[in-house]
């Protein structure tokens, strides 16, 4: 019985893992447009942006398994979450087209190896005749993650797009005020103005209300 509660738990950590692994991979494809708006980028350059990613995940695939041959699927399992949700993170701190080339590259490099130690676990907790089960609630997640990662993405992103337009007339009604008079402007146009009305030789002497006053000594 509490081998069986074990593995209850060990599938279900195998199939929110399997899910999460197709949202962060999938989601930036939904979020694409954006990305290329903020950070002026051709189609060309995404392409690199997501090949980046493919890449290294094929190139540190066969890696990631036989460390967790070495080491035990459950360490590896938690450096592969750890590494993917700081790397989507920083995927929104991607400032310039090499910097997010770099991030993908990496990002794809730390969550490569999650199904080689998902079934190398799964051949520690269950028996032969339920791993065919297993592996087959392992690949539902999986493509439950491709399936909902494009609306959640798109709707996230319209969300944030939509707070942005709002904000940004408030800025500039908020921000007029400063920018059209800032402070001490009128002090300094209005001694710079009375220096340049000042009379000249053979100008007319000005009344008393026309006469602009001396500066004031206050060293007296």
Request: contains cysteine; glycine residues 8%.
């Amino acid at each position: 019985m509490i081998a069986s509660s074990a593995r209850g738990r060990v599938l279900a950590f195998a199939f929110l893992l399997a899910l999460v692994t197709y949202l962060d991979r999938v989601c930036i494809s939904a979020a694409a447009p954006a990305i290329m708006d903020d950070l002026h980028l051709s189609f060309l350059q995404m392409s690199v942006v997501f090949s980046a990613f493919t890449l290294a995940y094929s190139l540190f695939e066969v890696p990631s398994g036989w460390l967790g041959d070495v080491k035990g699927p459950r360490s590896v399992l938690t450096r592969i979450v750890l590494w993917w949700s700081g790397f989507t993170m920083l995927t929104g701190a991607a400032h310039s087209f090499p910097s997010l080339v770099a991030i993908r590259f990496l990002f794809g490099a730390g969550e490569a190896g999650a199904f080689p130690n998902v079934a190398r676990a799964f051949s520690s907790w269950f028996p032969i005749r339920e791993r065919g089960r297993a592996n087959g609630v392992l690949f539902l997640g999986s493509r439950l993650g491709g399936m909902l990662s494009a609306p959640a993405a798109l709707f996230l992103v319209a969300r944030q797009l939509s707070r942005v337009r709002i904000a940004r007339p408030h800025m500039g009604r908020d921000l007029a005020p400063v920018v059209s008079r800032p402070p001490g402007r009128s002090s300094r146009c209005r001694s710079r103005r009375n220096r340049v009305d000042s009379p000249g030789p053979g100008d007319p002497t000005p009344t008393r209300r026309e006469q602009p006053r001396a500066p004031r000594d206050w060293r007296r």
